[in-house]
């Protein structure tokens, strides 16, 4: 069993263009395939696509085929179908990516395919899934912990928290941070310094408080710019509010696809304000640190986890105006943070990241896991308690007419 065939199932496949999943799937993939295993990755179709899909990337097959085109059934569509295609062509083992993706797991049970499943966040607390996508999403944690041959969690707080609801065991393999010393020759396009600006980059969705940020600055004294990278063109309402939060200081750039400017936006921030709360071990973040930025988090226990003795943290708009302000007050910390914050993500290592899956594999395929699986029965934890005090009423302007979603780079999800 040197070589061993592993298919990856649930993302949007390879080049990675998007989120978190995909960009994992990338860095691990390909160097599993450099290894010599044999990687089989599905990928999503692109509508209206005017070359042909590839067959190959980095050494990884790839197998394409379409998804519904409602975000409500577009993961599950896109799976089932992955699915069907790799019990007619088996693998030694398979990573299914997304909790979401459970109902399919009996499937590849039935078929006898060692399979772990990829659960990531706590994505049943996203504000933007409804009731029923709420508890879509709770049942379909229930469902991985007792389908899945081994569960994989990216954050120590996402192992804790199935430790905790359901006493199941997980696999932590974490993401990895790019270490980038990008320059700064970049900031002269948009007007920014080095050190003369707070940063924001985020997907706007209630669960990034990016809210809760820009309240908080236009709150403080702050004397230098808040540049706010991302956007949600669909979720019209919550980005009208943002806005109607700002006051002139705050500069909104919309989503910046240009990577190397992105870079320079978190490698000469004076703080790096990251609101993201139920998404396990966040890419932003990792890019953040690899890039020496000081941060500023919000407080939960996946942020700290990352951050560690490096950043300060908040969880209201007083917080984020008391932080900025002792920010401007000490450019030393910003120094200390960013140094420290380098240091940190030395300990994201992509090669290692990808030798725990070469060796998870590796047991899947010889079946070296428990064959009984806890029962999916949920227990009252601390994370079914709401992240934030529901946040006052703000006049904003009727929304016009939501574009077409767009596909954000993976750190501004």
């Known amino acids: ?32 395939a450099d290894a010599g295993h044999r990687v089989v990755v599905y990928c999503r179709t692109v509508p209206g696509a005017q070359q042909p899909a590839p067959a190959e ?14 975000r409500s059934l577009e993961t599950l569509s896109h799976t089932a179908l992955s699915v069907r295609h790799l019990l007619a062509h088996r693998t030694d083992a398979a990573v299914l990516f997304n909790a979401a993706n459970a109902p399919l797991l009996p499937a590849m049970r039935a078929a006898g395919i060692p399979v772990a499943t990829h659960v990531d966040g ?3 607390k996203r504000a933007k899934w409804g009731g029923t996508g709420r508890r879509y999403y709770r049942a379909a944690e229930a469902l991985a912990v007792r389908w899945s041959d081994v569960l994989i969690a990216d954050a120590q707080g996402i192992a804790d928290y199935y430790r905790d609801a359901f006493a199941a065991p997980t696999t932590l393999l974490t993401y990895g941070a790019p270490l980038i010393q990008p320059g700064a020759h970049r900031l002269a396009e948009l007007g920014l310094e080095p050190r003369g600006y707070h940063l924001v980059v985020a997907r706007f969705e209630p669960e990034n408080h990016v809210d809760v940020i820009v309240e908080g600055y236009a709150a403080s004294t702050a004397a230098r710019p808040l540049v706010v990278v ?24 919309g989503g910046v696809w240009d990577q190397e400017l992105l870079d320079q936006l978190y490698a000469n921030c004076a703080t790096y304000l990251h609101g993201h709360s139920v998404g396990g071990t966040n890419p932003s973040l990792l890019r953040a640190i690899g890039a020496g930025a000081a941060v500023t988090a919000f407080d939960v226990d996946f942020n700290r986890e990352v951050v560690a003795d490096a950043g ?10 008391r932080e900025v302000a ?20 030395g300990g994201y290592d992509w090669d290692a990241v990808a030798a725990g899956y070469e ?22 934890t601390a994370a079914d308690a709401p992240l934030t005090t ?4 703000v006049a904003v302007p009727a929304p016009a007419t939501a574009p077409a979603a767009e596909r954000l780079p993976a750190g501004q999800q």
Request: proline residues 8%.
């Open 122 to 124: 706590l994505e049943w």
């Open 312 to 321: 300060r943290f908040f969880r209201t708009p007083d917080d984020v105006a």
């Open 326 to 345: 002792a920010v401007e007050a000490d450019p030393g910390w910003v120094t200390r943070a960013g140094q420290r914050a380098r240091e940190l993500a």
């Open 230 to 253: 991302g956007s949600a063109p669909y979720a019209d309402a919550y980005t009208a509010r943002v806005h109607a939060l700002a006051d002139g200081r705050v500069r909104f750039l």
């Open 1 to 32: 069993m040197d070589r061993l065939s592993i298919a990856m199932v649930g993302t949007r496949g390879v080049p990675a263009r998007y989120g978190g999943f995909e960009t994992a799937v990338e860095e691990i993939g390909r160097r599993l």
């Open 359 to 380: 060796e998870l594999a590796r047991a899947l395929a010889g079946r070296r896991f428990p064959a009984r699986r806890p029962s999916g029965r949920r227990r009252p």
């Open 57 to 70: 990337h980095l050494g990884m097959e790839l197998v394409h085929l379409p998804a519904a085109r409602r």
């Open 390 to 393: 529901p946040r006052p009423a």
